[in-house]
C-alpha cells in the first residue's frame, strides 16, 4: 500500500490466502495484524477478529491511529469479533469452560462459520478475511494439541471458498506452540516471523521480520528478511544494516 512502507514490504499477493504470523521470543506481531486489518478494510474487504489475546478497544485504538475506525466497520457490517476469553469472564455456561476440549475447538469454529456466512450473505464482491490472534491461547484452555490442529483444518477447509481468506497468528515459547507454529507453516501461502534481534536491544532496530512462501515458484516472493523500527503511528522497515542510513537520512 502506497505511503506504508511495512505493507510495501509484505507485498501481499493474491494468492496469500493463508497467511500466518509467528511470534518468536519477546517479540509482538500486533502491529502485523492491525496493518493487515487497515488494508483489509482500505480495499473494502470484511472481517471476523477471534480476540484471544488483547481487548476489542486495543484493535479499535490502534486502528484509529492507522486511520481506520473499527466500530464504524462494525456497525456498517463490515466487521464482526468473537472473544472467547470475554465470553468466559460473563458466562460460566460458555462453551469455552466444557470439560470436553474438542468440544471447545468445535463451539469455536461453529461460532466462526456463522460470522463468516453472515458476512459473505449478500456480499457479492470482496473479501472476507478470518484474523485470529492468538491461536496459542486455546492451550491456556487446556486444549490438546491434537484439537487445535483438527481446528487449523476446519478453517483451512473455509478456505476452499475462494472469498475467504485466513490470517492467523500465534506465540512460540514452548514445544506445543512450536507444534502449532509447524502446522501453520505447512499450510500457508505466507508466513510472518517475526523475532527481537539476536544481539539484544538496540535504539535503532526494535527487530527482524522474516517473509517466506514457501510454495511460491517466483523466487523473488519466496524469501526476504528486513529489520523494523516500530514507532507510535508507524513502522519503518528496512534491509538489514541500513538503519541508521534510514533513521538519519
Given at each position: 500500500?502506497?505511503?506504508?512502507?511495512?505493507?510495501?514490504?509484505?507485498?501481499?499477493?493474491?494468492?496469500?490466502?493463508?497467511i500466518s504470523v509467528?511470534?518468536n521470543g519477546l517479540?509482538?506481531?500486533?502491529?502485523?495484524?492491525?496493518?493487515?486489518?487497515?488494508?483489509?478494510?482500505?480495499?473494502?474487504?470484511?472481517?471476523?477478529?477471534?480476540?484471544?489475546?488483547?481487548?476489542?478497544?486495543?484493535?479499535?485504538?490502534?486502528?484509529?491511529?492507522?486511520?481506520?475506525?473499527?466500530?464504524?466497520?462494525?456497525?456498517?457490517?463490515?466487521?464482526?469479533?468473537?472473544?472467547?476469553?470475554?465470553?468466559?469472564?460473563?458466562?460460566?455456561?460458555?462453551?469455552?469452560?466444557?470439560?470436553?476440549?474438542?468440544?471447545?475447538?468445535?463451539?469455536?469454529?461453529?461460532?466462526?462459520?456463522?460470522?463468516?456466512?453472515?458476512?459473505?450473505?449478500?456480499?457479492?464482491?470482496?473479501?472476507?478475511?478470518?484474523?485470529?490472534?492468538?491461536?496459542?491461547?486455546?492451550?491456556?484452555?487446556?486444549?490438546?494439541?491434537?484439537?487445535?490442529?483438527?481446528?487449523?483444518?476446519?478453517?483451512?477447509?473455509?478456505?476452499?471458498?475462494?472469498?475467504?481468506?485466513?490470517?492467523?497468528?500465534?506465540?512460540?515459547?514452548?514445544?506445543?506452540?512450536?507444534?502449532?507454529?509447524?502446522?501453520?507453516?505447512?499450510?500457508?501461502?505466507?508466513?510472518?516471523?517475526?523475532?527481537?534481534?539476536?544481539?539484544?536491544?538496540?535504539?535503532?532496530?526494535?527487530?527482524?521480520?522474516?517473509?517466506?512462501?514457501?510454495?511460491?515458484?517466483?523466487?523473488?516472493?519466496?524469501?526476504?528478511?528486513?529489520?523494523?523500527?516500530?514507532?507510535?503511528?508507524?513502522?519503518?522497515?528496512?534491509?538489514?544494516?541500513?538503519?541508521?542510513?534510514?533513521?538519519?537520512?
Amino acid at each position: 500500500m502506497e505511503g506504508n512502507p511495512l505493507l510495501t514490504a509484505l507485498n501481499i499477493q493474491p494468492s496469500d490466502r493463508i497467511i500466518s504470523v509467528h511470534e518468536n521470543g519477546l517479540s509482538d506481531t500486533n502491529f502485523i495484524i492491525t496493518n493487515l486489518m487497515k488494508k483489509i478494510f482500505s480495499d473494502n474487504g470484511k472481517i471476523c477478529l477471534v480476540i484471544v489475546h488483547h481487548t476489542l478497544g486495543h484493535y479499535h485504538n490502534v486502528l484509529k491511529r492507522l486511520g481506520q475506525d473499527f466500530m464504524e466497520k462494525f456497525r456498517n457490517g463490515f466487521a464482526t469479533t468473537i472473544e472467547p476469553l470475554k465470553d468466559i469472564a460473563t458466562n460460566t455456561n460458555s462453551n469455552f469452560l466444557s470439560s470436553d476440549k474438542e468440544w471447545i475447538v468445535k463451539s469455536l469454529f461453529l461460532a466462526i462459520s456463522d460470522k463468516i456466512n453472515k458476512l459473505l450473505d449478500g456480499y457479492d464482491d470482496g473479501q472476507v478475511y478470518l484474523i485470529i490472534d492468538d491461536l496459542s491461547h486455546l492451550t491456556d484452555l487446556g486444549v490438546d494439541i491434537k484439537f487445535i490442529s483438527a481446528f487449523i483444518n476446519y478453517c483451512i477447509n473455509l478456505a476452499q471458498n475462494e472469498r475467504i481468506s485466513l490470517v492467523i497468528n500465534c506465540h512460540i515459547a514452548d514445544s506445543n506452540d512450536n507444534i502449532i507454529s509447524n502446522c501453520l507453516r505447512y499450510v500457508s501461502n505466507l508466513v510472518i516471523d517475526v523475532s527481537p534481534l539476536k544481539t539484544g536491544i538496540s535504539h535503532e532496530v526494535t527487530g527482524v521480520i522474516a517473509i517466506t512462501r514457501p510454495h511460491s515458484t517466483e523466487l523473488l516472493l519466496r524469501n526476504s528478511t528486513l529489520h523494523y523500527k516500530a514507532y507510535d503511528r508507524e513502522i519503518k522497515t528496512f534491509a538489514p544494516g541500513e538503519s541508521i542510513y534510514h533513521l538519519y537520512k
